[in-house]
């Protein structure tokens, strides 16, 4: 059910509760009723209850009662650029290179997308967590369930559900849920004595490989942010995250629920964007070549991952891609350095030469690196003494280091020697060549 089905749902169940109310003989009020204030409390009747102000049920656990809701994004619709079909049909091993192969089999029907809206964002004992949203994939299209407590003695109830409901699933997918979302639920599990449901679960933590993939080009990595510019999602209606303890406070001093249908459409379309950004950032690690990346400074991003994994020539055909889609200067001239120097860790000096030159050959903050590494060419490869000094001379022009100092005195030294070594020669022989007598 999206937001309007959501609205006109409301509309009519308040309608039939303001029929309710105004039949029968009013109430009697007292003769000195204490003016109302909102800032301290609300004296009205408690009118708009979640559970008739939204489709969903009071649900009874072994720890008490709590509402849950269900509303599912059928497989013919689609969140921005993505078809929520698409999500049906992810690889059962979508997974296993972006967790190194912590998640090598798993089919996507056994994933759990969660988020969390919290009275605050400091974590700690004091901070509750107040709606909880997990994500599901199947046939009929993306179900999302989410555990709402109506007040502070729900918890317990509302944990408990939530344990049941992970038992059918094997990976928790996140964003910064490792440093956030699963912290502070599992310490409040603790705190309600209960034992935490995420131990056996593989976590799969989206925002770094979306962070690793975007962070060049994108100014924010929040899921909002690339809500909008990967998946091209303009919400409508939306709260500002910041705004949500405040309206659940809201709702526990005035019980009108009709605040509470804006934060769980944020918290349900958070689920959604994740699900859908976890149908393209994992693809992007499992299968490079293939995926749908448009931009240089995406590839350069990826590129600089397969790196860290020792994946040397993957990460020297993406870097050549993203030069040839095109790089602005700040982007490119680091690419070029890291070529030349995965070229250089992988013994081929040789083609690491190109890139050192051209880097050495325009202004840019790699000039005197690359100056550098041409004198080490030059000197150890290629014994032209000559050469290296005039390329550590060069080089300090622009950065005056120790290093390059003592390089340019250690082959000065050389060229000298050589020099010597080459007149002692030539004394010694005569013009023919032969070798004279001392």
């Known amino acids: 059910m999206d937001v309007q089905e959501q609205l006109e749902l409301l509309r009519r169940n308040i309608a039939r509760i303001d029929r309710k109310f105004s039949t029968g003989a009013p109430r009697p009020q007292p003769r000195h009723e204490p003016a109302f204030d909102p800032e301290v409390v609300d004296l009205r009747p408690a009118r708009y209850q979640i559970e008739e102000a939204m489709s969903g049920e009071v649900v009874e656990t072994a720890e008490g009662k709590h509402f849950e809701t269900v509303r599912v994004y059928e497989r013919h619709r689609r969140w921005g650029s993505m078809d929520i079909s698409s999500m049906i049909e992810l690889p059962a091993d979508l997974l296993d290179s972006i967790t190194s192969g912590a998640i090598p089999n798993t089919p996507p029907e056994r994933w759990a997308f969660l988020d969390t809206e919290t009275t605050g964002l400091a974590g700690g004992t004091g901070t509750y967590a107040f709606l909880i949203g997990v994500g599901s994939i199947d046939a009929s299209g993306f179900r999302i369930r989410q555990f709402f407590m ?33 912290p502070l639920l599992e310490t409040r599990y603790r705190m309600a004595r209960q034992k935490p449901p995420f131990a056996r679960m593989e976590h799969l933590d989206l925002l770094f490989g979306a ?20 998946l091209g ?62 931009h240089g400074a995406d590839l350069v991003g990826l590129a600089r991952w397969f790196e860290k994994g020792e994946q040397g020539e993957q990460s020297l055909k993406l870097l050549r891609r993203a030069i040839d889609l095109g790089l602005p200067d700040s982007i490119l001239f680091r690419t070029l350095w890291d070529i030349g120097r995965i070229e250089k860790k992988i013994g081929r000096e040789a083609a690491s030469l190109a890139s050192f030159t051209e880097l050495a050959a325009s202004r840019n903050p790699y000039r005197a690196a690359a100056l550098r590494e041409m004198a080490k060419y030059y000197e150890h490869r290629e014994r032209n003494y000559s050469m290296a000094l005039e390329m550590t001379r060069t080089a300090l022009g622009f950065e005056d280091t120790s290093e390059d100092r003592r390089r340019e005195q250690r082959l000065e030294d050389r060229i000298k020697r050589s020099r010597n070594g080459k007149l002692k020669t030539e004394i010694r022989t005569g013009r023919n060549g032969k070798l004279k007598p001392r």
């Open 150 to 182: 109506r007040d502070y003695g729900e918890e317990a109830s509302l944990l408990t559900g939530l344990s049941e409901y992970l038992t059918r699933f094997d990976v928790l997918i996140t964003y910064n849920g490792k440093t956030y979302d699963q």
């Open 211 to 230: 962070r690793r993939l975007w962070k060049l080009r994108c100014e924010s990595c929040r899921l909002i942010d690339l809500e909008n510019q990967i």
């Open 233 to 294: 999602v303009e919400r409508q209606g939306d709260l500002p995250g910041e705004l949500i303890p405040y309206y659940y406070f809201d709702f526990l001093r005035r019980r009108q629920a009709l605040q509470l249908v804006p934060i769980f459409h944020h918290n349900a379309m958070d689920i959604l964007s994740l699900a859908c950004l976890t149908a393209v950032v994992p693809f992007a690690f499992r299968s490079p070549e293939d995926a749908p990346l448009r």
